[in-house]
């Protein structure tokens, strides 16, 4: 990894009790600018916020849509749990992770001993099966490339998949110069390695877990969701398919309701209490 990681934090005043502290991870090729209003509901509800973006991608350094390892994302997330637990040592804190961001955070409950600093994870559509086909040719070149050209990019297709019903939001994406549509051969080797682990160890995570997909993904396939779901050993579990609802979840026109799920889920583990 090269180059800084950008942080973006929305933070209530240091002098106001924050209930707990969010940490934030966004999905692959956008940037953590794109939750802007996920943090505003969750500051309204009285929750911290951090986030930044992941290397190669918005304001990070980094070669765009590239990372050598996928466990150099984990490292990141971890490192903003950290920060986290320095500004409010006594605050409990969550983990939030969307889409690739997901498997980021599924694969950091796994790994990473610092996930045992937090009190519950929500996971939206999280990225275990890519649902839009990728070419057999790229899938061959992809794997016999991975030693020889790892940072050969090709179009990564998200360009062309629907993510959200709200013709607002699809058409601020398309005109958002931070976006990033291309992937690199080991990126796509590591996104299968890591989406492989995390389905294996899903038996891994214990802590209390929500997780929401869409049920119209057209992006990640929502099946293996219920699967990981059923396979996690935590005992406070809601794992749910979002009938109608697009891979962007959060960014649905139904997504004041599903913000509303979420606050109220956290509000309902601050503490410990399922």
Same mark, same amino acid.
């Given at each position: 990894?090269?180059?800084?990681?950008?942080?973006?934090?929305?933070? #209530?005043?240091?002098? !106001?009790?924050?209930?707990?502290?969010?940490?934030?991870?966004?999905?692959?090729?956008?940037?953590?600018?794109?939750?802007?209003?996920?943090?505003?509901?969750?500051?309204?509800?009285?929750? /911290?916020?951090?986030?930044?973006?992941?290397?190669?991608?918005?304001? !990070?350094?980094?070669?765009?849509?590239?990372? /050598?390892?996928?466990?150099?994302?984990?490292? &990141?997330?971890?490192?903003?749990?950290?920060?986290?637990?320095?500004?409010?040592?006594?605050?409990?804190?969550?983990?939030?992770?969307?889409? &690739?961001?997901?498997?980021?955070?599924?694969?950091?409950?796994?790994? !990473?001993?610092?996930?045992?600093?937090?009190?519950?994870?929500?996971?939206?559509?999280?990225?275990?099966?890519?649902?839009?086909?990728?070419?057999?040719?790229?899938?061959?070149?992809? *794997?016999?490339?991975?030693?020889?050209?790892?940072?050969?990019?090709?179009?990564?297709?998200?360009?062309?998949?629907? &993510?959200?019903?709200?013709?607002?939001?699809?058409?601020?994406?398309?005109?958002?110069?931070?976006?990033?549509? &291309?992937?690199?051969?080991?990126?796509?080797?590591?996104?299968? *390695?890591?989406?492989?682990?995390?389905?294996?160890?899903?038996?891994?995570?214990?802590?209390? #877990?929500?997780?929401?997909?869409?049920?119209?993904?057209?992006?990640?396939?929502?099946?293996?969701?219920?699967?990981?779901?059923?396979?996690? !050993?935590?005992?406070?579990?809601?794992?749910?398919?979002?009938?109608?609802?697009?891979?962007?979840?959060?960014?649905?026109?139904?997504?004041? /309701?599903?913000?509303?799920?979420?606050?109220?889920?956290?509000?309902?583990?601050?503490?410990?209490?399922?």
């Amino acid at each position: 990894m090269t180059g800084e990681v950008y942080r973006k934090d929305w933070l #209530l005043d240091a002098a !106001s009790p924050a209930k707990a502290t969010v940490a934030l991870v966004h999905g692959q090729g956008e940037h953590c600018g794109r939750y802007a209003h996920v943090a505003a509901a969750l500051n309204a509800a009285g929750y /911290d916020v951090v986030s930044g973006d992941l290397p190669g991608h918005g304001r !990070s350094g980094g070669l765009r849509g590239h990372i /050598d390892r996928f466990d150099a994302f984990v490292d &990141v997330a971890a490192s903003w749990i950290e920060a986290a637990r320095e500004r409010r040592p006594d605050a409990p804190l969550f983990l939030l992770g969307h889409s &690739v961001g997901g498997l980021i955070a599924a694969r950091l409950l796994q790994t !990473s001993p610092i996930a045992g600093l937090l009190s519950g994870a929500v996971l939206t559509s999280p990225a275990f099966r890519l649902r839009f086909p990728i070419p057999a040719w790229k899938e061959a070149l992809g *794997r016999r490339l991975d030693g020889v050209l790892p940072r050969l990019r090709m179009p990564s297709g998200l360009k062309e998949q629907r &993510v959200t019903r709200s013709e607002d939001i699809a058409r601020a994406t398309a005109a958002d110069p931070l976006m990033v549509y &291309v992937a690199s051969v080991r990126f796509y080797n590591e996104l299968l *390695r890591a989406q492989a682990a995390a389905l294996a160890e899903a038996g891994a995570i214990s802590l209390p #877990l929500l997780l929401l997909h869409g049920g119209a993904d057209e992006i990640i396939a929502p099946e293996p969701s219920l699967d990981f779901g059923a396979r996690v !050993s935590s005992a406070d579990k809601d794992v749910r398919l979002l009938p109608g609802l697009h891979h962007e979840v959060m960014n649905e026109p139904e997504r004041d /309701d599903v913000l509303r799920d979420i606050v109220g889920w956290l509000d309902r583990h601050v503490g410990g209490e399922g």
